[in-house]
């Protein structure tokens, strides 16, 4: 089945730095990666998603990059606020598949 | 629309017990996924309905169980509880049929004592 590893479990940025998160999965059969931001106390929030057929997608100060070849996909957060601290999940999915999550990023954006 | 609702939001049992949650997902929405959440183990994936039938499911023992109406609206039940099943206990909802995104429900926190 589908293994997705996540780095850094940890991180913690200066506001307004930008934050990175990366995630490789393992089943080449992977066509959709979401991400998703939980607050704390709060559920899992879709943020953004990219599928296979595209390299990367942008919405406003966050971006996602897919690498089909090296099976990697990575999070970008730029101009880094202190609202966006949270732990941010990858997952992957293949069509009729499961959802496999990483195991989150926490992120800390210092004022 | 209203987003995917879970009921109860709370819920503390005794070992031995058994429990039923709740899933509504949102309007329109014919796949409704369940997910367990620990601080050590992350999101693990129970079981996936679509249309009222159990489309994948995750590696947990039978005590967990799960099924879906024709309202699209899905119950998971857990039975002998044992401590370890303290948890959140999320679902999502999403389109099914090729629509990959989900949205999650607030989730139900369960505790075993």
């Known amino acids: 089945g589908e293994n997705v590893e996540q780095h850094p479990s940890t991180l913690s940025v200066q506001e307004g730095d930008s934050a990175v998160i990366k995630c490789t999965y393992s089943d080449s059969a992977s066509n959709y990666f979401p991400w998703y931001k939980q607050e704390l106390g709060k559920r899992p929030q879709l943020i953004i998603d990219?599928?296979?057929?595209?390299g990367e997608k942008k919405d406003q100060r966050i971006a996602v990059t897919l690498n089909k070849t090296a099976k990697h996909f990575s999070l970008h957060i730029t101009e880094t606020q202190p609202e966006d601290s949270a732990v941010y999940f990858c997952a992957a999915k293949s069509s009729g598949d499961k959802l496999t999550f990483g195991t989150g990023t926490r992120l800390a954006v210092r004022p | 629309k209203a987003g995917v609702t879970q009921t109860p939001r709370y819920l503390i049992k005794t070992r031995g017990q058994q429990v039923t949650l709740s899933c509504s997902p949102i309007?329109?929405?014919?796949?409704v996924s369940w997910y367990q959440q620990t601080p050590g183990q992350g999101l693990q994936f129970l079981f996936e309905?679509?249309?009222?039938?159990?489309?994948n499911k995750g590696n947990f023992p039978g005590r967990f169980s799960g099924r879906q109406f024709s309202n699209s609206r899905s119950e998971m039940n857990v039975s002998t509880l044992e401590l370890g099943d303290s948890a959140l206990y999320l679902c999502?909802?999403?389109?099914?049929?090729?629509?990959?995104?989900?949205?999650f429900g607030p989730g139900t926190r369960l505790l075993v004592l």
């Open positions: 309007s329109g929405h014919r796949s």
């Open positions: 990219i599928r296979s057929n595209v």
């Open positions: 999502a909802s999403g389109l099914g049929g090729g629509q990959e995104t989900q949205y």
């Open positions: 309905y679509f249309s009222e039938t159990q489309r």
